[in-house]
């Protein structure tokens, strides 16, 4: 049974160190082991003593994520505004190895990704619907959350830092801009 302390290292810095690697995979099958063995200076039994294998650690970063947007979305105030800036904390936090194509993601950690992914966007949809234009608006919504979902999840071509920024740029302004057309 994988441990969560071992030799004064934790799981959760584990986690954060599998999440780096994971911003220089273009895909989840490009983390292997020993590249994540090299990058956090240990040996690859040790990181068996925390993870049963790379499906675990997928899992266990997936769930990572998810629950800190789960907690950003229980703690986000009300509004448009507030629920994009959540998204778009979890823009940041998605690394870009679950941006492309997630056909080779271990199942467990798909669905869950999925499942946070789709209450936030509910969530959107619902601070639009109270804004009170559900008719077309809500066609145009859906449209535009599923475009900026497409461009969050487009594996970065600048720096993490810059295409990071780029990301959030958008998404704020695509928030602003639904805003503006909403309420006018």
């Not at 499906?55 to 507030?82: C, P, Q, R, S, W």
């Not at 271990?106 to 990704?113: G, V």
């Not at 958008?170 to 309420?183: Q, S």
């Amino acid at each position: 049974m994988p441990e969560d302390t071992y030799m004064g290292i934790t799981q959760e810095k584990l986690i954060e160190g599998a999440i780096e690697a994971l911003w220089s995979c273009n895909t989840v099958d490009d983390l292997t082991v020993d590249m994540l063995a090299s990058r956090l200076h240990m040996s690859k039994s040790t990181l068996y003593k925390y993870f049963e294998g790379l499906e675990d650690l997928v899992y266990n970063v997936v769930e990572h994520i998810a629950d800190k947007t789960e907690n950003d979305m229980a703690n986000a105030g009300n509004g448009f505004m507030a629920v994009a800036e959540v998204y778009g904390r979890y823009s940041e936090r998605l690394p870009n190895a679950f941006r492309g194509s997630r056909t080779k993601m271990p199942k467990s950690a798909l669905l869950r990704l999925e499942s946070v992914e789709n209450r936030l966007g509910e969530r959107v949809f619902r601070e639009v619907v109270e804004i009170g234009h559900p008719g077309t608006t809500a066609y145009a919504v859906r449209s535009a959350f599923a475009g900026a979902n497409k461009f969050m999840r487009a594996p970065d071509a600048a720096s993490d830092t810059n295409a990071s920024l780029l990301r959030r740029s958008a998404i704020m302004a695509l928030a602003e801009t639904l805003l503006t057309g909403l309420v006018d």
